[in-house]
């Protein structure tokens, strides 16, 4: 939905649509087909509409991108800071460059002053003419150094700006924490743990992974909603997998309708299918919740194979579940 091409916008579309569709067909076979318990009929429906909202806040909300609340914030407030740290540092050059520039007649006059023949000291010999020749030779090298100096200052800028990408760029995968990246794609800075999605082309605060049921990233505006729908999908496949084996049982014993047992046997082995697939991704997460790491330094940790034992963001159990579901 935050892409920046128009045609993944539109897939993303169209995958809502589907999954949204996948809930309502499991939503149709359990109440129309299945004849559940009323108990447990409402709390399916209970649990049902918390998925249902959990994946619509999941695919809708702006995971972090740079247009987002927090990552502007982050940015006006490092270019507070920048500014106020580069006013500490040239302000001998802010006076340098207040001072005036020579001109052509004090140049001049001063290079009377140090030369007897062109003050005049020899006896009448300092003509105008001779005044005029030395005037212009000075005019000149004062305009080249205020243009060398000036030259230079923006070289050296230019230059130390290009050294701090370069820098950067290095660490655009082996990013350090508490240090500012560059990325390359997007050619804007970046804070620690925001990583560049290749699928919407933008680059993500703290990026999990980029989803593709919802079509958006996980992160860190999202990762709340995302840990949710595992959990209430969990919950609601679980309920139905139970609750319609009896069902699924009894139409292969009795002389029921073709249409009828397709849709009980396809619900109850899409249903089965779905929870494996959700509760092994749910106790994956709860995993790395515990390491207070994300999908994308898991996959950076395997490659270097360094050790999952620690995490530098982790500060407890108990932090670690805040700073992803709130206190």
């Not at 087909?33 to 649990?47: D, E, G, S, T």
């Not at 740290?85 to 290079?111: D, Q, R, V």
């Not at 030369?115 to 009448?124: E, F, Y």
């Not at 030259?151 to 350090?176: C, E, K, P, Y």
């Amino acid at each position: 939905m935050f892409a920046r091409s128009m045609g993944c916008r539109c897939v993303a579309k169209s995958t809502i649509c589907l999954v949204s569709a996948i809930f309502g067909f499991e939503w149709y076979v359990y109440h129309i087909v299945c004849f559940p318990n009323i108990f447990y009929a409402l709390i399916f429906n209970a649990v049902w509409l918390l998925a249902l909202w959990s994946y619509l806040q999941t695919a809708l909300t702006d995971p972090g991108t740079p247009g987002c609340p927090e990552w502007e914030a982050w940015a006006s407030t490092r270019s507070h800071g920048s500014g106020l740290a580069a006013a500490e540092e040239g302000g001998s050059s802010l006076f340098t460059s207040a001072a005036p520039a020579p001109t052509a007649s004090t140049s001049a006059s001063a290079s009377a002053s140090a030369d007897p023949v062109a003050a005049g000291g020899g006896g009448g010999g300092g003509s105008d003419a001779s005044g005029k020749q030395e005037q212009q030779p000075t005019q000149k090298q004062a305009t080249a150094a205020v243009a060398g100096s000036a030259s230079a200052g923006t070289g050296a800028a230019a230059g130390s700006a290009d050294g701090l990408r370069r820098r950067s760029q290095t660490r655009i995968r082996h990013w350090r924490p508490g240090e500012v990246t560059w990325c390359s794609d997007c050619a804007i800075e970046r804070p620690e743990r925001a990583h560049h999605c290749s699928v919407c082309g933008l680059c993500i605060l703290r990026m999990d992974h980029h989803c593709p049921w919802v079509y958006n990233c996980i992160g860190f505006r999202n990762h709340k909603y995302f840990f949710l729908i595992l959990i209430y999908a969990a919950m609601d496949l679980a309920i139905i997998c139970v609750n319609m084996f009896d069902t699924v049982w009894w139409s292969t014993r009795t002389d029921v309708p073709l249409s009828l047992m397709f849709l009980l046997i396809s619900g109850e082995a899409f249903a089965t299918f779905l929870m494996v697939i959700t509760v092994t991704f749910l106790c994956f997460h709860i995993w790395l919740l515990a390491k207070a790491m994300t999908t994308v330094e898991f996959c950076e940790k395997s490659l270097k194979k360094a050790s999952y034992n620690s995490s530098i963001y982790s500060q407890g159990m108990y932090k670690n579940i805040c700073a992803i579901l709130g206190p």
